[in-house]
C-alpha cells in the first residue's frame, strides 16, 4: 500500500507563491503517476496537475503558466510550485498515486489534503 503525505499549505495573498509537497511511501514502485486535485466548498474535486514516472506533466487549463508540478525520485515526493495564487485557488489540494492496469488508469491512493487558501 502507498502512503502519500502532503504538506505545504497555508494562507496566502493573492500573488503570492506556494509549495505543496507529497511524499510516498510504501508500494512506491506500483506507482505510474502522483497529481494533485483540489476541492473548493461545494464543488467537485477537480484536476489541477499530474506528473508520470517518465516525467510528463499535464496541468489543467486554469493553472497552466502559474503552477508547475515537479519531482524528487530520491525523497519519493512530488510538488506543486503555485505561483501568482488567485482567490479562485482557494481549495483543498489532495495529491494521488495512480497506475495502470490493462491501460486504464487506476487510483491507488489518495492523500489527506492540505488547506490552500488565497485572499485578496
Known amino acids: 500500500q502507498v502512503q502519500l503525505v502532503e504538506s505545504g499549505g497555508g494562507l496566502v495573498q493573492a500573488g503570492g507563491s506556494l509549495r505543496l509537497s507529497c511524499a510516498a511511501s510504501?508500494?512506491?514502485?506500483?506507482?505510474?503517476?502522483m497529481g494533485w486535485y483540489r476541492q473548493a466548498p461545494g464543488k467537485q474535486r477537480e484536476f489541477v496537475a499530474r506528473?508520470?514516472?517518465?516525467?510528463?506533466?499535464n496541468y489543467a487549463d486554469s493553472v497552466k503558466g502559474r503552477f508547475t508540478i515537479s519531482r524528487d525520485n530520491a525523497k519519493n515526493t512530488v510538488y506543486l510550485q503555485m505561483n501568482n495564487l488567485k482567490p479562485e485557488d482557494t481549495a483543498v489540494y489532495y495529491c494521488?498515486?495512480?497506475?495502470?492496469?490493462?491501460?486504464?488508469?487506476?487510483?491507488?491512493?489518495w492523500g489527506q489534503g492540505t488547506q490552500v487558501t488565497v485572499s485578496s
Open positions: 494521488n498515486a495512480d497506475h495502470e492496469v490493462n491501460r486504464i488508469r487506476v487510483v491507488l491512493q
Open positions: 506528473i508520470t514516472t517518465s516525467g510528463s506533466t
Open positions: 510504501g508500494g512506491i514502485f506500483s506507482i505510474n503517476g
